[in-house]
C-alpha cells in the first residue's frame, strides 16, 4: 500500500447544495461519509456489492451505487441523497406519489428506488410501465412492491409532467 492510500485526506464535497469537508481515506465508500460523517441516514446499507440498489444517490445527476463509489471519485461533483430531493419541505412529485400509491412496506429499499426513479424521469418524462421496470431492474425491493412501485413513477409523471 502506498503511504498515500495509507492516509486520510481532507475531502471537499457538496452535497444536497452544501459544501462539507470530510477527513476520510478516498478509497472510502462514499455511502459511509454520507452516513458516519454527514449522518445523512437515508442513504442504506443494503448488499454492500452494489447490486440491490439501496444506497442509490445521484453523482453529477447520474445514479450511482455508493457502496461501491469511493468518495475521492465523487470530488467537485453535486452529490445529491434522499435528503435533497424534497425543496421547502414539499415532496417532489415522485414522493408525493409514493406515498399516495404506497409503494412501500418496510421502506428500507425505498430511497434508492427514488433516487433512481428520478433520473428516469429527468430523462424519459413519460415512461411506460415495461420502461420503469426496466430502467429500475437493479433496484431490489424485497417486500415485493414493485407493481406499486412502477404504478408511482407513472403517477409521478403525470403528477409533475416529468418532473421527479
Known amino acids: 500500500m502506498s503511504e498515500a492510500a495509507s492516509a ?3 475531502i471537499e464535497l457538496i452535497v444536497n447544495g452544501s459544501t462539507y469537508k470530510v ?3 478516498p478509497d472510502t465508500p462514499l455511502l459511509w461519509v454520507l452516513r458516519d460523517e454527514l449522518d445523512l441516514t437515508g442513504t442504506k446499507f ?6 440491490c440498489g439501496a444506497c442509490t444517490v445521484l453523482v453529477g445527476g447520474s445514479p450511482r451505487r455508493s457502496c461501491r463509489t469511493p ?6 461533483q453535486p452529490i445529491t441523497t434522499i435528503e435533497g430531493l424534497a425543496q421547502d419541505g414539499r415532496l417532489t412529485p415522485l414522493q408525493q406519489a409514493w406515498v399516495e400509491n ?3 412496506q418496510c421502506a428500507y ?3 434508492g428506488f427514488i433516487m433512481s426513479a428520478t433520473v428516469l424521469l429527468r430523462t424519459n418524462p413519460n415512461p ?5 421496470a426496466q430502467f429500475l431492474q437493479g433496484n431490489v425491493c424485497r417486500c415485493g412492491m414493485h407493481s406499486r412501485i412502477i404504478a408511482a413513477v407513472q403517477r409521478a409523471a403525470a403528477l409533475g409532467k416529468g418532473r421527479p
Open 23 to 25: 477527513e476520510a481515506y
Open 8 to 10: 486520510t485526506q481532507s
Open 109 to 111: 429499499c425505498t430511497p
Open 128 to 132: 411506460t410501465a415495461q420502461e420503469v
Open 102 to 104: 404506497d409503494a412501500m
Open 71 to 76: 468518495v475521492g471519485s465523487a470530488v467537485d
Open 46 to 51: 443494503g448488499c454492500g456489492e452494489g447490486q
